[in-house]
């Protein structure tokens, strides 16, 4: 079994910084992908930004020049810095990873999401 657990959200005012981080646990053989993506109320979820196990980095053009995606192999752990937040951030924040298990399988694991709310 693989675990992906998020911490970092919270309140935070327009144009202020929050760093969020996820941490997957477990069964670990290989992390193929991990991104972040977050869904706003009425919303669907989309993709904000994602990294390959290769290090290359897809952001979404609106977040684009503010957020910053790192990952730190050793700990197994994915972090978003989000600079510059505005109103349009406020979501519910989910971390994705493709996963191959010790025991051979491979799937997507989803974390619970941390919320994020950018208000004044």
């Known amino acids: 079994q693989v675990q992906l657990v998020e911490s970092g959200g919270g309140l935070v005012q327009p144009g202020g910084s929050l760093r969020l981080s996820c941490a997957a646990s477990g069964s670990i053989s290989r992390i193929y992908y991990m991104g972040w993506y977050r869904q706003a109320p009425g919303k669907q979820r989309e993709l904000v930004v994602d990294m390959t196990s290769s290090g290359n980095t897809n952001y979404a053009d609106s977040v684009k020049g503010r957020f910053t995606i790192s990952r730190d192999n050793a700990k197994n752990t994915l972090y978003l810095q989000m600079n510059s937040l505005n109103p349009e951030d406020t979501a519910i924040y989910y971390c994705?990873?493709?996963?191959?298990?010790?025991?051979?399988?491979?799937?997507?694991?989803w974390g619970q999401g941390t919320q994020v709310t950018v208000s004044s």
């Open positions: 994705k990873a493709v996963v191959t298990t010790m025991l051979g399988a491979t799937g997507d694991y």
